[in-house]
T-cell receptor, first 117, second 112 residues
Framework: GAVVSQHPSRVICKSGTSVKIECRSL??????MFWYRQFPKQSLMLMAT?????????EQGVEKDKFLINHASLTLSTLTVTSAHPEDSSFYIC?????????????FGPGTRLTVT | KNQVEQSPQSLIILEGKNCTLQ??????????LRWYKQDTGRGPVSLTI?????NTKSNGRYTATLDADTKQSSLHITASQLSDSASYIC???????????FGKGNQVVVIP
């Protein structure tokens, strides 16, 4: 089956620093990737949608200058949390939609736990 | 108000027993409904996807049903195992866009 990886799986950083999270589709090409944030016992909340080679579309209330998304290839999207603050601590999950195959399917990565101290 | 409501919020069941999780949604126009299993600290893993014309789909011990008229779905777990302990998330997609509406999940704990 389709596999999506994320790196790192867990990161702790100091307040004010920037953190980059990678999302890769390992065995398929993904024209569209999605970034979600999940707080404990809450639903996944869509942050942004990224299409390969174009600018990401951000959800209302998500600061595009704070959460930088790059989707430079059909298998890689990155999310950079700039000038991180403790309130950015969360579980970040990406998903990818395959360029071919089932148009309804989104494959989720394993998530990245970000802790900002 | 959330477009996808799940119940019960949490439940504890004995190993070997069955359980049924409920999902009600208001998303319209409806495209498809998915059930995902999310282990603690992990990403969601797809169990089933159903479109408007499908009213039941199975994946091993998991059986999902869909009533598009009443906008309800259920996920039945048969002969539960300890590894079934997880959050089960109902996700509904509307026609014409990429957007997914997520429920908060049913937290299932299976005890020996």
């Amino acid at each position: 089956g389709a596999v999506v990886s994320q790196h790192p799986s867990r990161v702790i950083c100091k307040s004010g620093t920037s953190v980059k999270i990678e999302c890769r589709s390992l065995d398929f090409q993904a024209t569209t990737m999605f970034w979600y944030r999940q707080f404990p016992k809450q639903s996944l909340m869509l942050m942004a949608t990224s299409n390969e080679g174009s600018k990401a579309t951000y959800e209302q209330g998500v600061e595009k200058d704070k959460f930088l998304i790059n989707h430079a290839s059909l298998t890689l999207s990155t999310l950079t949390v700039t000038s991180a603050h403790p309130e950015d601590s969360s579980f970040y999950i990406c998903s990818a939609r395959a360029s071919a195959g089932n148009p309804y399917e989104q494959y989720f990565g394993p998530g990245t736990r970000l802790t900002v101290t | 108000k959330n477009q996808v409501e799940q119940s019960p919020q949490s439940l504890i069941i004995l190993e070997g027993k069955n359980c049924t999780l409920q999902c009600n949604y208001t998303v319209s126009p409806f495209s498809n409904l998915r059930w995902y299993k999310q282990d603690t600290g992990r990403g969601p893993v797809s169990l089933t996807i159903m479109t408007f014309s499908e009213n039941t789909k199975s994946n091993g011990r998991y059986t999902a049903t869909l009533d598009a008229d009443t906008k309800q779905s259920s996920l039945h777990i048969t002969a539960s195992q300890l590894s079934d302990s997880a959050s089960y998330i109902c996700v509904v997609s509307a026609k014409g866009n990429n957007r997914l509406a997520f429920g908060k999940g049913n937290q299932v704990v299976v005890i020996p």
